[in-house]
């Protein structure tokens, strides 16, 4: 069910995180591409990741 999902997300958006959420349950996964899918909203603009652009090295 979770490749199916990634799938449908990729799709859509182009290219779902995995590395990111790797430490995630699928079913926690799950949850989270369904929400985006509603939402029409990739995991960034949904607010479960963030891009740090003003990270200072």
């Given at each position: 069910?979770?490749?199916?999902?990634?799938k449908e997300y990729d799709?859509?958006?182009?290219?779902?995180p995995?590395m990111?959420?790797?430490g995630?349950e699928?079913?926690?996964?799950i949850?989270?591409?369904?929400?985006?899918?509603k939402?029409?909203?990739?995991v960034?603009?949904?607010?479960y990741?963030?891009?740090?652009?003003?990270?200072?090295?």
């Open positions: 069910m979770l490749d199916e999902k990634i799709k859509r958006f182009g290219g779902f995995t990111i959420f790797s995630y699928d079913d926690e996964i949850k989270i591409i369904d929400d985006c899918l939402q029409e909203k990739d960034y603009e949904a607010g990741l963030t891009l740090d652009d003003d990270i200072k090295y």
